[in-house]
């Protein structure tokens, strides 16, 4: 009888952990934007996060539109070896994304930079439109430095 109580709560067990790690465990989601308080009157703006390749297949970012802004240009921050000058670089569409690759928006390396903000209200949204025909829209969150 002692067995079949020790094999019942080590079944049940299981099961409460297995229940836990699915309805609990959540993944992260693949694209991951936020920014820092923009002032109104400021009519650019940059936005950070992570790009990780959503798809198993290569693709390409072939334009990235936002809710709030005119324009939306990828931008590397890099230095100038003969200068010793740090500058912004605009990186043309489309952007490659091999198989798995995580593109990393960080301020000094590549970032998203807003142009032209329109008049809006709510939710700050880029939406990225694949070369496979997809497309995905995520909110950008707005955090403190």
């Not at 010793?84 to 590549?110: A, C, D, F, Q, W």
């Not at 970032?111 to 694949?130: P, Q, V």
Request: with cysteine.
């Amino acid at each position: 009888m002692l067995r079949k109580i020790n094999i019942t709560n080590s079944g049940i067990l299981l099961l409460i952990q297995a229940n836990l790690f699915l309805f609990c465990h959540k993944p992260a989601e693949p694209i991951q934007f936020w920014m820092t308080h923009t002032p109104e009157v400021a009519k650019t703006a940059a936005v950070y996060g992570e790009i990780q390749n959503p798809y198993e297949t290569d693709v390409e970012i072939r334009a990235v539109v936002s809710n709030g802004y005119q324009t939306v240009d990828f931008h590397e921050t890099i230095l100038d070896e003969n200068t010793g000058i740090v500058r912004m670089r605009k990186l043309n569409y489309p952007i490659k994304l091999m198989v798995k690759e995580t593109i990393h928006l960080e301020r000094s390396g590549k970032h998203l930079m807003l142009y032209d903000k329109l008049n809006r209200s709510g939710n700050l949204k880029l939406e990225i439109e694949f070369s496979n025909g997809e497309k995905k829209i995520v909110v950008v969150e707005e955090r403190s430095l």
